[in-house]
């Protein structure tokens, strides 16, 4: 049983068809990139599978469960957490405050006035490993505004991963990033899949990125499942170079054979 499953799943917004008849497995382990042209659905998958918006047609699996008409809290719950292509953090809070929410709500305690002292060391601890995990235990007193971009983006995964996620959804993690912090953010994505088991589905537009990270990866092109294989599989594909060279001339993007291919 894969541990997610769409099965013919569309989503219109009145007349636009976002997505279109998208039936997909990702199995546990997996970390795979989703790419595709601007507009061409990515992050409207990632509202269906993560639960803001139903989908208008088709199925939705969860571990076998279906999902598609849950919201965005109890599948939080049930493992599915995903980040933003705009970050979302609170940018007044320090680094290791916003983190603290993050494992306060996860502990379903964010809203007590008072918490025992054994709870509150549960808290600190678990806050501490995840500073430590995604390695920015060095800024934990900074105030998130403050931080770069990078940083901050960081920060977000943190507060994903205080959730204990079976399923993480990445909107372009990498977007706006210099090579450093591409960097770090590639080798966190990893490190999450291959010595947390975490599944991973991130989405990206930089070819140099998916074909050095993803095992596999699915491409959409205007609402409709176009490809989906092994890096290799993908590179070589007809449908997808036309695809991304309708988009301007950008056959190296996907070919991964220019260094400045990121966006
Ligand atoms: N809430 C919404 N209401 C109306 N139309 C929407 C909504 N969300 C997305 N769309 C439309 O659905 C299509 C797919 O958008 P989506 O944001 O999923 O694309 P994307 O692949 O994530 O693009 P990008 O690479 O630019 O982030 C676009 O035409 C977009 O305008
Ligand atoms: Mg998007």
Same mark, same amino acid.
């Given at each position: 049983?894969?541990?997610?499953?769409?099965?013919?799943?569309?989503?219109?917004?009145?007349?636009?068809?976002?997505?279109?008849?998208?039936?997909?497995?990702?199995?546990?382990?997996?970390?795979?990139?989703?790419?595709?042209?601007?507009?061409?659905?990515?992050?409207?998958?990632?509202?269906?599978?993560?639960?803001?918006?139903?989908?208008?047609?088709?199925?939705?699996?969860?571990? *076998?469960?279906?999902?598609?008409? #849950?919201?965005?809290? %109890?599948?939080?719950?049930?493992?599915?957490? @995903?980040?933003?292509? /705009? !970050?979302?953090?609170?940018?007044?809070?320090?680094?290791?405050?916003?983190?603290?929410?993050?494992?306060?709500?996860?502990?379903?305690?964010?809203?007590?006035?008072?918490?025992?002292?054994a709870v509150r060391s549960a808290v600190d601890l678990r806050v501490q490993e995840l500073l430590e995990l995604v390695r920015i235990g060095?800024?934990?007193?900074?105030?998130?505004?403050?931080?770069?971009?990078?940083?901050?983006?960081?920060?977000?995964?943190?507060?994903?991963?205080?959730?204990?996620?079976?399923?993480?959804?990445?909107?372009?993690?990498?977007? *706006?990033?210099?090579?450093?912090? #591409?960097?770090?953010? %590639?080798?966190?994505?990893?490190?999450?899949? @291959?010595?947390?088991? /975490? !599944?991973?589905?991130?989405?990206?537009?930089?070819?140099?990125?998916?074909?050095?990270?993803?095992?596999?990866?699915?491409?959409?092109?205007?609402g409709a499942l176009l490809a989906e294989g092994t890096a290799a599989e993908i590179a070589a594909n007809p449908r997808v170079q036309a695809?991304?060279?309708?988009?301007?001339?950008?056959?190296?993007?996907?070919?991964?054979?220019?260094?400045?291919?990121?966006?």
């Amino acid at each position: 049983m894969s541990l997610l499953s769409l099965r013919h799943v569309s989503r219109r917004f009145g007349a636009l068809v976002a997505l279109n008849d998208i039936s997909l497995d990702i199995e546990a382990g997996e970390l795979r990139a989703l790419i595709g042209p601007n507009g061409a659905g990515k992050t409207t998958l990632f509202n269906l599978i993560s639960g803001f918006f139903p989908p208008s047609d088709g199925e939705i699996l969860f571990g *076998g469960e279906r999902i598609a008409a #849950t919201d965005p809290v %109890t599948l939080v719950r049930k493992g599915i957490i @995903r980040t933003f292509q /705009i !970050t979302e953090i609170f940018l007044d809070l320090t680094v290791y405050e916003n983190l603290r929410v993050a494992v306060e709500t996860a502990m379903g305690i964010s809203l007590r006035p008072w918490v025992s002292r054994a709870v509150r060391s549960a808290v600190d601890l678990r806050v501490q490993e995840l500073l430590e995990l995604v390695r920015i235990g060095g800024r934990a007193g900074r105030v998130a505004g403050e931080l770069s971009h990078g940083d901050q983006r960081v920060v977000e995964v943190g507060m994903a991963l205080a959730h204990a996620p079976r399923l993480l959804l990445l909107d372009e993690p990498t977007a *706006g990033m210099g090579d450093e912090e #591409t960097h770090h953010m %590639t080798n966190l994505i990893r490190q999450l899949n @291959r010595e947390r088991g /975490i !599944t991973i589905l991130f989405v990206e537009h930089d070819m140099n990125i998916v074909f050095g990270v993803a095992e596999r990866i699915t491409v959409l092109d205007n609402g409709a499942l176009l490809a989906e294989g092994t890096a290799a599989e993908i590179a070589a594909n007809p449908r997808v170079q036309a695809a991304y060279l309708g988009q301007g001339g950008a056959q190296a993007r996907v070919t991964g054979s220019h260094a400045d291919a990121a966006s």
